[in-house]
């Protein structure tokens, strides 16, 4: 199994860019999400999935979109990008429930000039 | 609104000394579940080790063990015989039965020095 895969590992943007986190599972875990890590702090959750063709806001989900066609896939885009995007991007899947452990991908660094 | 704080920015410790992060939380909730994830330079985020509030056990992971205050919203993490591979930063994290999206509820992180 590779677990949760990202890509890619790291990207400059500039501002108005848009782009796509690709994110993928091979555990078959119905529930996926998106959270973003800033300096000294927890991480943030942007959005979620439960399932495909399934997903919610999270905290933080301004300037961000997603969707869920498949269960092995939760890409995120960012339509038009701004320099309070620039953070690092996680990645998480569990099976269904609160009691699930989330395993993390590796993360993407992303910088927004 | 559940808060977690980890109120050590930093810390360090000898090797193969014993380490203890401190984490707290707010909650009215009786039941949830307490995580400890660590993060190395790599920014993988592992899972070190998980508890269960209804449990009175504390849990323990080979050398990893928490100190679980349910009355008292504490949960610390105990490192024992630390080794360099544990130097990283590391998250307690919140998660309850009430969010209806899985989320978990985040410290700041404690930074974790190994001296050699």
């Known amino acids: 199994n590779a677990g949760v895969t990202q890509t890619p590992k790291f990207q400059v943007l500039k501002t108005g860019q848009s782009m796509t986190l690709q994110c993928a599972q091979d555990?078959?875990?119905?529930?996926m999400s998106w959270y973003r890590q800033d300096p000294g702090m927890g991480l943030r959750l942007i959005h979620y999935s439960v399932g495909a063709g399934i997903t919610d806001q999270g905290e933080v989900p301004n300037g961000y979109n997603v969707s869920r066609s498949t269960t092995e896939d939760f890409p995120l885009r960012l339509l038009s990008a701004a320099p309070s995007q620039t953070s690092v991007y996680f990645c998480a899947s569990s099976y269904s429930g609160w009691s699930e452990t989330q395993y993390f991908g590796p993360g993407t660094r992303l910088l927004v000039l | 609104a559940q808060t977690v704080t980890q109120s050590q920015p930093e810390m360090s410790v000898q090797e193969a000394e014993t380490v203890t992060l401190s984490c707290t939380y707010d909650t009215s909730e009786s039941d949830y579940y307490l995580f400890w994830y660590k993060q190395p330079p790599s920014r993988q985020m592992i899972l070190v080790i998980r508890?269960?509030?209804?449990k009175q056990q504390n849990a323990t992971e080979n050398r990893f063990s928490v100190n679980f205050q349910k009355a008292a919203k504490s949960f610390s993490l105990k490192i024992s015989d630390s080794q360099l591979g544990d130097a990283a930063m590391y998250f307690c994290a919140y998660r309850s039965p009430m969010d209806s999206n899985y989320q978990l509820i985040w410290g700041a992180g404690t930074k974790l020095i190994i001296k050699p």
């Open positions: 508890q269960e509030a209804y």
């Open positions: 555990m078959n875990h119905e529930y």
